[in-house]
């Protein structure tokens, strides 16, 4: 839309500017001109200008309003596609966790019973589509320009949760101090989600390490690292939207939301390859 109006301005500055040279040249040269049969001339080319240069900005002026109200159209039916995905989204959260929950409590209440390894299978079904859910929630709150809630939290808290959401992964961390951190609770957890998941279903970790050290005075690094196979494809496309680098399933949009959501918390996504599985590093502000 902004492109289509700046087009617009810009063209028809030009295709004015150009009339009103021409008819400025066309005038200049009439006045100085003694030959009755070069006044003739003149004044026949100057009607010309004046016919084919009114045509010509009249084109450009239809052509771009045109541009201007498909581009206008377009940007309005994005943002019904958004906030489409934006209330599925909100709508499909409260099924899914009460099924957690209930699928949870059958299996504390029948631990030793043949079907609860089913509802086991149905609570990582059901974690599985909360994941995917997450990702459109974030990727539709991305394109609307969404602010974040940023706050003050520690990193052990969205530690243990992680532990209990990904039980079959060994996950270990280390760190000094634990400092504050500042920024969206909610959105790291979906980003060490991305990374997590990444990591097993296209890398095949087993185990990730974690390393919590303070960058400078008002920045921490978070370092992720797994045992995985690591990434072999293009490092300039990894965060492209889409972009699937590998045949197991998976949507191509957790890293690029990981980092979008970083830049908005004024943080930083590094993915560094290294000799054994794969490496992130989350940079974020602390208090």
Known sequence: MIFALSWLTLTLSLGVWWWILGLRQARTISEISTNDKSHEELSRVSRMLKLEGSFFLFMLGVGGVTLAMFSYRDYKRALLITDFFTTVTHEMKTPLASLQLQVEGLIEDNPNSPITNKFKKLLIENKRIESRMDKAFYLASLMQGEKLFLENFRFSELFRGLQDEFPILKLSMEMDSEPNLYGDKKALESILKNIFE?????????EIH?????YSDKKVNIRIIDNGMGFHGNWKEITTPFMRHTNTSGTGIGLYIAKKLLEKMNGKLTLA???????????????
Do not use: C, D, W, Y
């Open 198 to 206: 990444n990591s097993m279903r296209h890398g095949q970790a087993s």
């Open 210 to 214: 974690i390393q919590v050290t303070k």
């Open 273 to 287: 390859p290294s000799e054994i599985g794969f490496t992130a590093i989350l940079t974020l502000n602390f208090t």
